[in-house]
């Protein structure tokens, strides 16, 4: 099945160490999102590529980056680590342009970030 | 992009209708109201869309009342399963961008046996 696979499920860093986390997807979509979600919180969105253009949202700090390499991968970097980025990570996608003017976000289960 | 309010938590019996209310008074006439679920440990997942028709499919319906100022999720016959957080979504339908999605709190919904 064509799905959105995100490694590791659960990773655990130390405040200031880097971390990358992965994102894959087979469904060759050309929109891929990054979201953080807080414990009781909401998802919030940190940026998004579509196809290889970058877009980073107003409020993302510069710690968060993220790379694309191709299609079907996407990584965010987490330069230095601080205890409040403990979350859940969401990567996502979606197709655009398309016939359709919506575009369903897909989106995979996540990586829960643990900082020591 | 238009504020949505729902009720942070609801109940409902298994086997029952389970409806959940949505207010986005300020919408505006060019967005569209869309609804994902948060099973727990999960990713969101899409249930519906709608812009002032009802709409239905395989999971749902979705009633928006006249004014757009509101709107009701429906899950006809509510399972275990169908225990998560519910958000409704107000914003533009892009044509040919991306959409990104602003969540808001959400609505826990807990399907009781």
């Known amino acids: 099945d064509a799905m959105v696979i995100q490694n590791p499920r659960y990773q655990v860093t130390q405040f200031g160490k880097p971390v990358t986390l992965s994102c894959s997807q087979t469904?060759?979509?050309?929109?891929m999102y990054w979201y953080q979600q807080k414990s009781s919180q909401a998802p919030k969105l940190l940026f998004h590529?579509?196809?290889?253009?970058?877009?980073n949202e107003a409020d993302t700090p510069d710690n968060f980056q993220s790379r694309r390499p191709n299609t079907s991968f996407c990584f965010l970097d987490i330069r230095s680590p601080g205890l409040g980025d403990a979350a859940m990570y969401l990567c996502?996608?979606?197709?655009?342009?398309?016939?359709?003017?919506?575009?369903?976000?897909?989106f995979g289960p996540g990586t829960r970030l643990t900082v020591l | 992009d238009a504020k949505t309010t729902q009720p942070p938590s609801m109940d409902c019996a298994e086997g029952r209708a389970a409806n959940l209310p949505c207010n986005h008074s300020t919408i505006s006439g060019n967005e569209y109201v869309y609804w994902y679920r948060q099973i727990h440990s999960q990713g969101p997942q899409y249930i519906i869309h709608g812009l002032k028709n009802n709409e239905t499919n395989e999971m749902a319906s979705l009633i928006i009342t006249e004014d757009r100022k509101s709107s009701t999720l429906i899950l006809p016959h509510a399972t275990l399963r169908d225990t998560a957080v519910y958000y409704c979504i107000v914003r533009v339908r892009y044509g040919g961008a991306t959409n990104k999605l602003i969540f808001g709190t959400g609505t826990l919904l807990a399907v009781q046996p």
């Open positions: 590529y579509y196809d290889k253009d970058f877009n």
């Open positions: 469904l060759n979509h050309n929109v």
């Open positions: 996502a996608t979606s197709r655009a342009p398309s016939g359709r003017l919506f575009h369903e976000q897909f």
